[in-house]
């Protein structure tokens, strides 16, 4: 009798012993994925706010170091003299109003000027010997709604735009040129509007985005 009895309490001494062991290993099986998910999680938010803070910090210092270059806002039409082959204006050293300003590395110069209604303007004087020309300009459009402006040489308008459908990126306008013919040396007024005077029905369009026009001597 003696025996059994302690041959039964040691009997449940082991199995008690065996009941909290197997109880701990399961315990800590249990939380182990928890320990090691949770680093993972954060490393991936980290990441993901790591590229978004590199990428404001480059655009914002590429607009802190281009406006730094932007020519100062002039308050008459600046004069030009057509000298060679060729001239290229840029649309932020004209005299201007009712453009904003685009910062943009893949535009001439860094910039464009993107036409916001139908009262904005962009103006200069050319001076041109006497012979024959062709304007262009360099433009990005949008879409069919934001492809079109007028070019006046004087008091001639020129409807000016480039592919249609646009190519979606900065294209000149060589579809649609602005030819004239001078038989004297001349002071030229070089006007960009969104209006066509003469001609309602030849209205551009507000939103058209502008880079630089050029004049070429084809004769």
Not at 178 to 205: M, R
């Amino acid at each position: 009798m003696k025996l059994t009895r302690k041959f039964l309490i040691f009997a449940a001494f082991i199995s008690a012993s065996l009941f909290f062991s197997c109880g701990s290993t399961a315990n800590m099986e249990k939380s182990q994925p928890a320990k090691t998910a949770e680093p993972v999680k954060k490393q991936q938010m980290g990441s993901s706010g790591g590229i978004s803070s590199r990428s404001e910090l480059s655009v914002g210092s590429l607009k802190s170091t281009s406006l730094d270059k932007l020519p100062k806002r002039l308050t008459e039409a600046p004069k030009f003299d057509f000298e060679g082959d060729k001239l290229q204006i840029e649309l932020e050293n004209m005299y201007y109003d009712g453009f904003d300003v685009i910062v943009d590395e893949s535009a001439s110069g860094s910039f464009a000027l993107r036409l916001e209604n139908d009262s904005s303007w962009a103006i200069a004087e050319v001076n041109f010997p006497a012979g024959s020309y062709e304007g262009l300009a360099n433009v990005l459009a949008t879409d069919m709604r934001h492809n079109r402006f007028n070019l006046y040489i004087n008091k001639d308008s020129y409807l000016i735009y480039g592919s249609e459908p646009p190519v979606g990126k900065y294209e000149l306008t060589t579809r649609a040129p602005a030819s004239f013919t001078l038989d004297q040396p001349a002071t030229v007024t070089v006007k960009i509007q969104q209006n066509d005077l003469n001609n309602p029905a030849n209205n551009g369009h507000n939103g058209m985005t502008i880079d630089y026009i050029s004049f070429k001597k084809i004769n």
